[in-house]
């Protein structure tokens, strides 16, 4: 079965950085686009990045563009997030996330999720 | 940027039926997908491309997108249904959420 196992979280000063991981297993890595989906307290669902199948394409939210680095290796089937120059308001559990997208952008859905990985910014 | 909106919080007697609805700008021409998300969990998909079920999900879930209004539905709501909705659509660069509606079942 597909399995989206994230580690790396933990809690950083602002200004510090963290590296987030996702080992997968159970489907064929390759093929999909992945995303990091950041849940913050009080705040709504966020894509903070997304990768495609083939790291053609590299999207960043503009909260994170210029401080965060996606990148994915399809022969070890791992997704990581280089996180730098943190802020207290990118704390919040961060989905490793597995993207349907072979209909388009438009009708693509997160299909599978991980469990997430705490991220706790505080001084 | 796009914004979806949600209503905070829906209540729904067992049994009944209750509407989650999400709005935005022509949100009818773009395809909505719903996500159930209970206490301590993560996300699940209940509804792609505005009516889609995926395999697993009971028939009582149901969806419309029209206008500007998305609509998940659940019909003879359960006590397991109990989660927060969050709807999510594709706007240009990337997909965005709603804010989430809290569904309670009183």
């Known amino acids: 079965q597909v399995q989206l196992v994230e580690s790396g979280g933990g809690l950083v000063k602002p200004g510090g950085s963290l590296r987030l991981s996702c080992s997968a297993s159970g489907f064929s890595f390759s093929d999909y686009y992945l995303a990091w989906i950041r849940q913050a307290p009080g705040r709504r669902l966020e894509y903070i990045s997304y990768i495609s199948a083939r790291s053609e394409v590299i999207y960043y939210g503009d909260s994170v563009k210029g401080r965060f680095t996606m990148s994915r290796d399809n022969a070890k089937e791992s997704l990581d997030l280089q996180m730098n120059n943190l802020r207290v308001e990118d704390t919040g559990l961060y989905f490793c996330?597995?993207?349907?997208?072979?209909?388009?952008?438009?009708?693509?859905?997160?299909?599978?999720w991980g469990q997430g990985t705490l991220v706790t910014v505080s001084s | 940027s796009y914004e979806l909106t949600q209503p905070p919080s829906v209540s729904v007697s067992p049994g009944q039926t209750v509407n989650i609805t999400c709005s935005g700008d022509?949100?009818?021409?773009?395809?909505v997908s719903w996500y159930q998300q209970k206490t301590g969990q993560s996300p699940v998909v209940v509804i792609y491309e505005d009516t889609k079920r995926p395999s697993g999900i009971p028939e009582r879930f149901s969806g419309s997108n029209s206008g500007n209004t998305a609509t998940l539905t659940i019909s003879g709501t359960q006590a397991t249904d109990e989660a927060d909705y969050y709807c999510q659509a594709w706007d240009s660069r990337t997909w965005v959420f709603g804010g989430g509606a809290k569904l309670t079942v009183v």
């Open positions: 996330a597995r993207v349907e997208t072979s209909r388009g952008y438009d009708s693509s859905f997160v299909d599978f």
């Open positions: 022509a949100l009818g021409q773009k395809y």
